[in-house]
């Protein structure tokens, strides 16, 4: 019998990540793949994203309008009640056999929710990881992760935090992260190439890929954050490929400094979307990356590239060499990137490219999982493993 994998996608980034596991389920015999769009795919403000999905050929089942015009911090929870209402909707006439959720924002948690009240498998892609940013993406991952009848873990310690909160053993896979599936699946383009994509005349100069996410602990800092990162690199000489913020309050103030900094820096490009191909060549042929993507810890290891992490955000989680950790200071900043982009012996060192999320081979394992699992009250009753034995 043939079973039906849903996923929940709310943003680009997610959904890059969820990508080679949804192609592997597609791939698979006996397993038929949907997905459930809402959030930022669905508006122009953030590069009307749902084309990429709709580009990949995944049968999109339902589209959920969950993105309010707000840089506050009720937008978001409103927002979680129009998808909490959309997908009661959807499940109440199209129940699937999993749904896969991923990582740790607002669309993650409605789904788990409306899923387990509908009966439905959760399938959780990136539990147990951590952050000590005192970030809600922590708190709202955890939460997710008792809500998951599966989990897709991404490193080992991550497997062993699933089970000191109680997950039987059974339950938890170590895949590695999907996100390097996808790079090592993404042709490579040259320097030419890659410039002609972005449009910019650059003439194989170096240059800095610039992604910065405001942080809800500290998101009324965001414009004077990004100020600081932005003139920085100004004054660094690199060319600068700036990419648009996620939809976490106080995006718009990020934004709005991205305008001013393409206003007055002709060395500057900013994107609102890139298609894959042109983002992950991008990232393999920058000097550096700057900001506090998650991109930084997950994907850019494997590719060798040193990455500063300014702020707050990613503090305290698992990461490989390449990554220098700074606060908000300009001379602390400065000093980062000057190491990443010319202190040779730290560029030889990340050009190891180690890393603890895994061999790029995490979506295969992910569908062999889902093909063979024993489905049933098995699955969906849960017990508590004392001491995480």
């Given at each position: 019998?043939?079973?039906?994998?849903?996923?929940?996608?709310?943003?680009?980034?997610?959904?890059?990540?969820?990508?080679?596991?949804?192609?592997?389920?597609?791939?698979?015999?006996?397993?038929?793949?949907?997905?459930?769009?809402?959030?930022?795919?669905?508006?122009?403000?953030?590069?009307?994203?749902?084309?990429?999905?709709?580009?990949?050929?995944?049968?999109?089942?339902?589209?959920?309008?969950?993105?309010?015009?707000?840089d506050?911090?009720?937008?978001?929870?409103?927002?979680?009640?129009?998808?909490?209402?959309?997908?009661?909707?959807l499940?109440?006439?199209?129940?699937?056999?999993?749904?896969?959720v991923?990582?740790?924002?607002?669309e993650?948690?409605?789904?788990?929710?409306?899923?387990?009240?509908?009966?439905?498998?959760?399938?959780?892609?990136?539990g147990?990881d951590?952050?000590?940013d005192?970030?809600v993406?922590?708190?709202?991952?955890?939460?997710?992760s008792?809500?998951?009848?599966?989990?897709?873990?991404?490193t080992?310690?991550?497997?062993?935090?699933?089970?000191e909160?109680g997950?039987?053993?059974?339950?938890?896979?170590?895949?590695?992260?999907?996100?390097?599936?996808?790079?090592?699946a993404?042709?490579?383009m040259?320097?030419?190439?890659v410039?002609?994509?972005?449009g910019?005349?650059?003439?194989?100069?170096?240059?800095?890929?610039?992604?910065?996410?405001?942080?809800?602990?500290?998101?009324?800092?965001?414009?004077?954050?990004?100020?600081?990162?932005?003139?920085?690199?100004?004054?660094?000489?690199?060319?600068?490929?700036?990419?648009?913020?996620n939809?976490?309050?106080?995006?718009k103030?990020?934004?709005?400094?991205?305008?001013?900094?393409?206003?007055?820096?002709?060395?500057a490009?900013?994107?609102?979307?890139?298609?894959r191909?042109?983002?992950?060549?991008?990232?393999?042929?920058?000097?550096?990356?700057?900001?506090?993507?998650?991109?930084?810890?997950?994907?850019?290891?494997?590719?060798g590239?040193?990455?500063?992490?300014i702020?707050?955000?990613?503090?305290?989680r698992?990461?490989?060499?390449n990554?220098?950790f700074?606060?908000?200071?300009?001379?602390?900043?400065?000093?980062?990137?000057a190491?990443?982009?010319?202190?040779?012996?730290?560029r030889?060192?990340?050009?190891?490219?180690?890393?603890?999320?895994?061999d790029?081979?995490a979506?295969?394992?992910?569908?062999?999982v889902?093909?063979n699992?024993?489905?049933?009250k098995?699955?969906?009753?849960?017990?508590?493993?004392?001491?995480?034995?």
């Amino acid at each position: 019998m043939t079973r039906t994998v849903h996923f929940l996608t709310g943003i680009r980034s997610e959904y890059d990540i969820l990508a080679p596991i949804i192609a592997a389920v597609r791939a698979h015999p006996g397993l038929n793949e949907g997905v459930i769009v809402t959030g930022a795919h669905l508006t122009g403000l953030h590069g009307h994203s749902v084309r990429q999905i709709e580009a990949d050929g995944h049968r999109i089942v339902a589209r959920i309008d969950s993105l309010l015009a707000s840089d506050g911090l009720g937008g978001r929870v409103k927002g979680m009640g129009l998808q909490l209402a959309g997908l009661t909707d959807l499940f109440a006439r199209e129940t699937p056999d999993f749904l896969v959720v991923m990582g740790d924002r607002e669309e993650v948690m409605t789904g788990a929710l409306a899923a387990i009240y509908h009966h439905i498998p959760v399938v959780h892609v990136g539990g147990g990881d951590h952050a000590d940013d005192g970030n809600v993406d922590n708190l709202v991952r955890h939460a997710v992760s008792k809500m998951s009848h599966l989990h897709m873990a991404t490193t080992e310690l991550s497997g062993s935090r699933l089970r000191e909160l109680g997950e039987e053993p059974w339950r938890i896979h170590v895949t590695g992260a999907s996100g390097l599936d996808r790079i090592h699946a993404t042709p490579d383009m040259t320097r030419i190439e890659v410039e002609a994509a972005l449009g910019v005349k650059w003439n194989s100069e170096p240059y800095a890929v610039l992604l910065y996410h405001p942080t809800i602990t500290d998101f009324s800092e965001a414009r004077a954050h990004m100020a600081s990162i932005t003139r920085v690199l100004e004054a660094s000489g690199l060319n600068i490929a700036v990419m648009a913020p996620n939809t976490d309050p106080g995006n718009k103030a990020i934004s709005l400094e991205i305008d001013e900094l393409i206003a007055r820096c002709p060395k500057a490009k900013a994107f609102t979307f890139l298609e894959r191909k042109a983002f992950i060549n991008m990232l393999r042929h920058a000097r550096v990356m700057v900001g506090n993507s998650s991109a930084g810890i997950l994907e850019a290891p494997t590719m060798g590239l040193p990455v500063v992490n300014i702020g707050i955000r990613q503090r305290g989680r698992e990461h490989g060499d390449n990554v220098i950790f700074t606060d908000y200071d300009p001379q602390e900043i400065a000093a980062a990137i000057a190491k990443a982009t010319t202190d040779e012996n730290f560029r030889a060192l990340v050009a190891k490219k180690r890393t603890p999320y895994g061999d790029g081979k995490a979506g295969k394992r992910i569908a062999e999982v889902l093909g063979n699992v024993e489905l049933g009250k098995h699955l969906l009753d849960k017990k508590w493993v004392e001491g995480g034995r």
